[in-house]
């Protein structure tokens, strides 16, 4: 989209569209992005499908939150900088407070377990969004034997090893295929790029000078918000890949909070939408405990802005990058397997998300009810959020 495109669209209107993804974004990334499909790229025409796919696949190999990154990086292409910075608050902001409000009330929270019950439809409809977004993804990417051949072993690869190394593992590979296979000349052709080169400084800054400050300062808070920036920074993967690091650290070693409190809060942020990496706010807020309710709320700002700064810095620095070298004739064959790849995590997650949902016959109607909704493109995703939650508390 050039400068010219970014004025046409009104912030207005745009981020109204976020905050409609917010609503309706359950279940991770994968499901995230049948959201942004459905509301972004078929509704309103942001972008294409393969565009996409483009950023799905950089943020699979980038560390950080991967459908907040990708969002982000929609709102830059749509109006640049400052755009992205306002849609990171309107998809993220709401569910950090309601995190936040949910940390002062851990003494109840296991009263509120009780509706878990009710959230048991929000999984099949997830994996609607995502048989959706799958279809309409894998009928771009997929051009030639090569590209299905390479979705294919993209899902099969991805679904027996489940490791966080994997992901951007097969992205690459799948990159370097199509390179290999590409009969076009002249691939490696020149161009002119100007990397933003202070988001990266800041990005270091931030990383080693909270590390420099928890040695010099014995403060609480100074010690989560640079816990929750080194898990914004080392993990790869989005929320489910965090979550197993943040228990290791802040229950088990630092003993923050008890077992129970941890997975409480963690079953919680399942059942709200946004971005998973929210639950970094309860998490702050809970470790903070002990002082004034000032400190609590200032442990859970901390730990939501550090957790997503690192994935922000990191987004800034390489999306005008992307643009640039996406005009190098061997990176354009490489995204055709890049992209093919992703097609594949993505078709191959709406399975593991079956599965954890149970595949009985009131599951699979959601899911079949869901996929028909969202192909009618009459019906606005928080809605069929509603209906589902609703569902899954009358039924």
Request: proline share 5%.
């Amino acid at each position: 989209m050039s400068p010219e495109q970014q004025q046409k669209v009104p912030w207005k209107t745009f981020l109204k569209d976020v905050f409609i993804c917010s609503l309706g974004a359950y279940g991770g990334p994968e499901a995230h992005y049948g959201v942004f499909t459905d509301q972004l790229v078929v509704k309103k025409k942001y972008l294409t499908e393969e565009e996409l796919v483009e950023l799905i696949a950089l943020t699979g190999i980038l560390p950080g939150p991967s459908s907040t990154q990708t969002i982000v990086a929609i709102g830059y292409k749509t109006g640049g900088p400052l755009l992205a910075l306002f849609t990171m608050l309107v998809w993220a902001l709401p569910v950090l407070i309601v995190m936040t409000l949910l940390s002062f009330l851990a003494e109840f929270l296991d009263v509120l377990n009780v509706s878990q019950e009710g959230l048991r439809y929000i999984g099949p409809m997830a994996v609607g969004f995502i048989i959706a977004a799958a279809y309409r993804i894998g009928r771009k990417v997929v051009t030639d034997r090569i590209t299905f051949l390479l979705l294919l072993a993209g899902g099969v690869t991805t679904y027996f090893i489940r490791e966080p190394w994997i992901y951007p593992l097969v992205l690459v590979l799948g990159g370097v295929v199509t390179v290999i296979a590409s009969k076009e000349k002249d691939l490696w052709n020149r161009v002119i790029i100007n990397p933003p080169w202070r988001y990266l400084i800041a990005f270091a800054i931030f990383a080693v000078g909270s590390l420099i400050a928890t040695y010099l300062w014995d403060d609480k808070i100074i010690h989560l918000f640079e816990s929750f920036y080194r898990y914004g920074y080392l993990v790869i993967g989005g929320g489910q890949v965090v979550v197993p690091l943040m228990y290791s650290e802040l229950v088990e070693v630092n003993q923050y909070m008890t077992n129970q409190e941890f997975l409480t809060g963690f079953g919680l942020v399942q059942g709200l939408p946004g971005p998973m990496f929210s639950f970094s706010a309860y998490a702050g807020g809970m470790a903070a405990r002990g002082g004034s309710a000032l400190t609590q709320v200032i442990g859970a700002v901390a730990g939501g802005i550090a957790i997503f700064l690192p994935g922000l810095l990191l987004i800034y620095f390489i999306y005008p990058i992307w643009e640039k070298v996406k005009e190098i004739k061997g990176i354009k064959a490489s995204l055709r397997g890049v992209t093919a790849i992703a097609g594949g995590l993505i078709t191959v997650a709406a399975i593991i998300l079956m599965q954890k949902s149970g595949f009985v016959l009131d599951n699979i109607v959601v899911m079949l009810v869901t996929v028909a909704l969202l192909f009618t493109k009459k019906i606005p995703a928080p809605l069929i959020v509603v209906v589902a939650l609703a569902a899954g508390f009358i039924i």
